[in-house]
């Protein structure tokens, strides 16, 4: 198969993605979609099995109704393939979505959606068939491979660019949140841990699972500090202090020295890709003209 067959199968694949997500998206506004979306809230939290997968989230079963048949059903999580929360009590609302006549095979999280999140896959396969194109048309078409670059380079520091504004406003959000929170007394119930693989071996890193009762009387579970890399840096039994927001207790930190930004490193790569991007694009356009 010649050059130019690929890229055009590949943006008919690309193309082809996102009309499938895009339609996937728009059932849900019809008299009988194919997927539903459910408020639903937690109705028990249990401590994870030492060793469990840190992808697997917490343990946890929740209640919630059934659209299409009205009927109220207790489904539980199991190994992360039902979603995965890190931060949990008893009576915690929550977001399902399941598929038509199949709402075992549920998929959990703190939050619904937004419409730019439900329609991200769709974007990415649309930008990627736009790509694909690009490169076809100015190197098959035309051989300039320098304005495929170019094209190809500007396109992913918008997204980028895109991706790095949602992450700045999570961490306002966040941090506006835990701004004058209270802090209390915490407990670490147990350790989870995520599987590193190299070409010799498997190593391990940790997460601790904290335990703590809000001045509200809720008693929360959630997840934090990571990156543990030994089971001893903080065994269970450790008692430390929590910081939580009153108005949303699945949003926690912890006292000096397992403070954390979960949005720092994030925001920093993605503002060190965004100029590399650009640098490069520029370099490129700059050589072409």
Same mark, same amino acid.
């Given at each position: ?55 697997? $989230?917490? &343990?946890? !079963?929740?209640?919630? *109704?059934?659209?299409?048949? %009205?009927?109220?059903?207790? @489904?539980?999580? /199991? ?21 038509? $006549?199949? &709402?075992? !095979?549920?998929?959990? *999280?703190?939050?619904?959606? %937004?419409?730019?999140?439900? @329609?991200?896959? /769709? ?167």
């Amino acid at each position: 198969m010649s050059g130019n067959a690929v890229l055009l199968v590949l943006a008919a694949a690309f193309g082809a993605w996102a009309v499938v997500e895009a339609v996937w998206y728009a059932t849900r506004f019809t008299p009988a979609p194919v997927a539903y979306s459910a408020d639903s809230r937690v109705v028990r939290v249990d401590v994870p099995l030492p060793d469990t997968d840190q992808e697997h $989230g917490l &343990p946890v !079963a929740v209640a919630l *109704q059934d659209p299409s048949t %009205g009927q109220e059903l207790t @489904l539980r999580t /199991a190994d992360g393939k039902n979603g995965a929360l890190y931060t949990a009590w008893e009576g915690m609302p929550v977001w399902v979505r399941f598929s038509s $006549g199949e &709402p075992s !095979a549920f998929r959990v *999280q703190n939050r619904p959606l %937004g419409r730019g999140q439900e @329609l991200s896959r /769709a974007y990415w396969a649309a930008v990627l068939c736009a790509a694909v194109l690009l490169v076809r048309f100015t190197t098959v078409q035309h051989h300039s491979y320098g304005w495929a670059w170019a094209g190809f380079g500007y396109g992913l520091t918008l997204l980028l660019a895109y991706g790095c504004v949602g992450a700045v406003r999570r961490r306002r959000r966040r941090r506006a949140l835990l701004e004058g929170a209270p802090t209390v007394p915490a407990e670490v119930v147990s350790l989870m841990r995520e599987a590193h693989h190299n070409e010799e071996d498997v190593t391990y890193t940790y997460t601790a699972v904290v335990s703590f009762t809000t001045h509200e009387g809720l008693t929360v579970i959630g997840t934090g500090p990571s990156g543990l890399t030994n089971q001893d840096d903080i065994p269970v039994g450790t008692r430390l202090h929590v910081r939580y927001s009153p108005a949303d207790p699945a949003t926690i930190d912890f006292a000096p020295p397992y403070y954390s930004d979960p949005y720092r490193a994030l925001t920093g790569w993605i503002v060190t890709t965004i100029v590399l991007g650009a640098l490069v694009t520029l370099f490129v356009v700059h050589a072409l003209l």
